[in-house]
């Protein structure tokens, strides 16, 4: 059987949902990830850019957690992806942008006296229609872009990451299932 290969997104750590079973806060998540993986005939690998993001959370476990996954960037010079993709994204961002100056012109019509509070409304709203379910940093297109070159399934609990790799026909898993897959394979090996 060949070696199941991974892309692990920061979320799987990050993300309370996710990182649930493998334990309450970043930086034992990775101690109950590393506890798994390195008992399995199995390949995990990070974009160094997530790798650096991940290692704001988990401080001196980063250390660890580089012995028992793999750094690696994209080839984003020999990936090729359809036009279609970024005809879809650039649609989406358009009918994003409009919907958040929308918001804005609400909010500049708005004469109540509270700012604070309705600059924060504002804020989450905002952030809310431009960034949720689409991919917004070059980190998330690098855990795609891996995902795809090296054939691997990648896991994450970012939704804007997902629907892009299922545009583009990665295999996904959600990160919180991905310690039931581990257990998994964990008992196949034996």
Same mark, same amino acid.
């Given at each position: 059987?060949?070696?199941?290969?991974?892309?692990?997104?920061?979320?799987?750590?990050?993300?309370?949902?996710?990182?649930?079973?493998?334990?309450?806060?970043?930086?034992?998540?990775?101690?109950?990830?590393?506890?798994?993986?390195?008992?399995?005939?199995?390949?995990?690998?990070?974009?160094?850019?997530?790798?650096?993001?991940?290692?704001?959370?988990?401080?001196?476990?980063?250390?660890?957690?580089?012995?028992?996954?793999?750094?690696?960037?994209?080839?984003?010079?020999?990936?090729?992806?359809?036009?279609?993709?970024?005809?879809?994204? $650039?649609?989406?961002?358009?009918?994003?942008?409009?919907?958040?100056?929308?918001?804005?012109?609400?909010?500049?019509?708005?004469?109540?006296?509270?700012?604070?509070?309705?600059?924060?409304?504002?804020?989450?709203?905002?952030?809310?229609?431009?960034?949720?379910? $689409? $991919?917004?940093?070059?980190?998330?297109?690098?855990?795609?872009?891996?995902?795809?070159?090296?054939?691997?399934?990648?896991?994450?609990?970012?939704?804007?990451?997902?629907?892009?790799?299922?545009? $583009?026909?990665?295999?996904?898993?959600?990160?919180?299932?991905?310690?039931?897959?581990?257990?998994?394979?964990?008992?196949?090996?034996?």
């Amino acid at each position: 059987m060949p070696t199941a290969r991974f892309v692990i997104d920061t979320s799987l750590f990050v993300n309370p949902y996710a990182r649930g079973k493998f334990g309450k806060d970043p930086p034992s998540a990775v101690t109950g990830f590393i506890r798994m993986a390195r008992r399995l005939d199995a390949q995990f690998f990070i974009p160094p850019s997530v790798f650096n993001e991940l290692k704001n959370f988990i401080g001196a476990k980063s250390d660890e957690l580089a012995l028992h996954v793999k750094k690696r960037a994209p080839n984003t010079f020999a990936l090729h992806l359809p036009a279609a993709v970024f005809y879809d994204f $650039i649609d989406d961002v358009r009918s994003r942008v409009n919907k958040g100056l929308r918001l804005a012109e609400e909010f500049a019509k708005d004469n109540h006296p509270d700012n604070d509070a309705k600059l924060a409304k504002l804020r989450d709203k905002y952030r809310e229609s431009m960034r949720t379910g $689409i $991919i917004d940093s070059k980190e998330d297109l690098e855990l795609v872009l891996l995902a795809k070159e090296l054939e691997a399934t990648l896991v994450t609990s970012d939704e804007g990451v997902i629907k892009f790799a299922n545009k $583009i026909g990665c295999e996904c898993l959600e990160g919180d299932k991905f310690h039931a897959l581990l257990k998994t394979l964990g008992k196949k090996k034996k």
